[in-house]
């Protein structure tokens, strides 16, 4: 039995849809003209980022190619848009979704995209994530002023201001005992490494469904996965106090 938990927090991009593959198949055309290529290094420094922090992160290690950010974000986002909308479901999760709307128990999305990519990302899939009835935070809404990930702010966004869960500001030094054991009553899932770091900076139980080759990539950081899973249909909910499948 682990910490109990009383609220669940998704990533989306690599943990509920397979758009990873479709980040990679897109940026690797855009460095192919260059005779370069992302290795998974180079990736997982970008997974879980903002999209103009996780661009000038990648672009970085190639200083002698003639391409700004926008520039690489005007191509970026022109092929993305096509593909978006065939981007599959991972293994696991509709089960999971479902399982956890029929028992009530709260939950909502926490994602570093921004909205409009959200939105295309997801109208296919509506009957999934209507599930989360518009409980959703995106690296783009400003009105909290976040921090993107591995800064712990949009877990607490979303559990403060989407649930209502109290607790506390992103500032350790404002948070309360009862504002710590809360954060404790929370379960995020993430497939990234900046992803897992945030949702441990965020005081939360953590499982962690990384790529495999993530597990080879080295990372400065004290923050360790509570779980970790190949998969979303490894997950067992009574592990986490949670009501189990039948």
């Known amino acids: 039995?682990?910490?109990?938990?009383?609220?669940?927090?998704?990533?989306?991009?690599?943990?509920?849809?397979?758009?990873?593959?479709?980040?990679?198949?897109?940026?690797n055309t855009i460095l192919a003209p260059y005779g370069k290529a992302m290795t998974w290094d180079i990736k997982a420094g970008c997974m879980g980022k903002p999209e103009y922090e996780a661009a000038v992160h990648l672009l970085s290690?190639?200083?002698?190619?003639?391409?700004?950010?926008?520039?690489?974000?005007e191509q970026r986002n022109?092929?993305?848009?096509?593909?978006?909308?065939?981007?599959?479901?991972?293994?696991?999760?509709?089960?999971?979704?479902?399982h956890l709307k029929a028992h009530n128990i709260p939950m909502?999305?926490?994602?570093?995209?921004?909205?409009?990519?959200?939105?295309?990302?997801?109208?296919?899939?509506?009957?999934?994530?209507?599930?989360f009835e518009g409980k959703v935070v995106c690296g783009d809404d400003h009105q909290w002023n976040m921090h993107g990930k591995p800064e712990p702010d949009i877990f607490l966004v979303a559990a403060r201001e989407i649930l209502g869960r109290d607790v506390g500001p992103a500032d350790p030094?404002?948070?309360?005992?009862?504002q710590l054991a809360e954060r404790g009553k929370g379960l995020v899932f993430e497939d990234a490494m900046p992803g897992m770091q945030a949702g441990k900076r965020a005081?939360?139980?953590?499982?962690?469904?990384?790529?495999?080759n993530?597990?080879?990539v080295e990372y400065s950081g004290v923050e360790k996965a509570d779980q970790i899973?190949?998969?979303?249909?490894?997950?067992?909910?009574?592990?986490?106090?949670?009501?189990p499948y039948v």
């Open 214 to 216: 993530l597990l080879d």
């Open 1 to 27: 039995m682990r910490n109990p938990v009383e609220s669940v927090l998704f990533d989306m991009d690599g943990l509920l849809i397979d758009s990873e593959a479709i980040y990679t198949k897109v940026t």
């Open 203 to 212: 005081g939360m139980s953590v499982v962690w469904v990384p790529d495999a």
């Open 108 to 131: 909502a999305v926490a994602t570093s995209s921004r909205r409009r990519n959200f939105e295309l990302k997801t109208g296919h899939l509506r009957e999934i994530f209507d599930c």
């Open 61 to 73: 290690f190639f200083p002698d190619i003639p391409l700004t950010v926008s520039a690489y974000l």
């Open 173 to 178: 030094a404002s948070v309360t005992p009862s």
């Open 78 to 98: 022109a092929l993305q848009d096509e593909l978006w909308p065939t981007v599959p479901l991972l293994p696991g999760v509709q089960k999971l979704v479902f």
């Open 229 to 243: 899973l190949k998969s979303l249909e490894q997950f067992v909910p009574e592990q986490w106090g949670l009501p």
